[in-house]
Nanobody, 126 residues
């Protein structure tokens, strides 16, 4: 079992930056891929970024590619999402997710992730 807690959300102006963090606890010593998803008001949850266990494969949605950076610090059991050049379209609740133990490959589909955090709100407004 893995428990995920996101933090770092808040209000940003268009063109600004934010960094989200996700601390994992429980079976954090196991190998598993992780990812970030987001859900805007009235919309379905969508993929943002993912990283495999060895950190050799990273994928981003087309809407955030070149602006967001996903990374992980295994020693601190923490996943990060560094966001730059933010726009109002980035406004959403952001969720971190972890696959089950032993699922090391990165994936863009939400159903592939077993554990989810509670979410952190990101609002981009002028």
């Amino acid at each position: 079992q893995v428990v995920l807690v996101e933090s770092g959300g808040g209000l940003a102006r268009p063109g600004g930056s934010l960094e989200l963090s996700c601390i994992a606890s429980g079976d954090s010593s196991s190998a598993y891929a992780m990812g970030w998803f987001r859900q805007a008001p009235g919309k379905e949850r969508e993929f943002v970024a993912t990283i495999n266990w060895k950190e050799s494969n990273i994928y981003y949605s087309d809407s955030v590619k070149g602006r967001f950076t996903i990374s992980r610090d295994k020693a601190k059991s923490t996943l990060y999402l560094h966001m730059t050049s933010l726009s109002p379209d980035d406004t959403a609740v952001y969720y971190c997710a972890a696959r089950s133990a032993g699922s090391v490959a990165a994936t863009t589909t939400a159903i592939s992730y077993r554990f989810w955090g509670q979410g952190t709100q990101v609002t981009v407004s002028s």
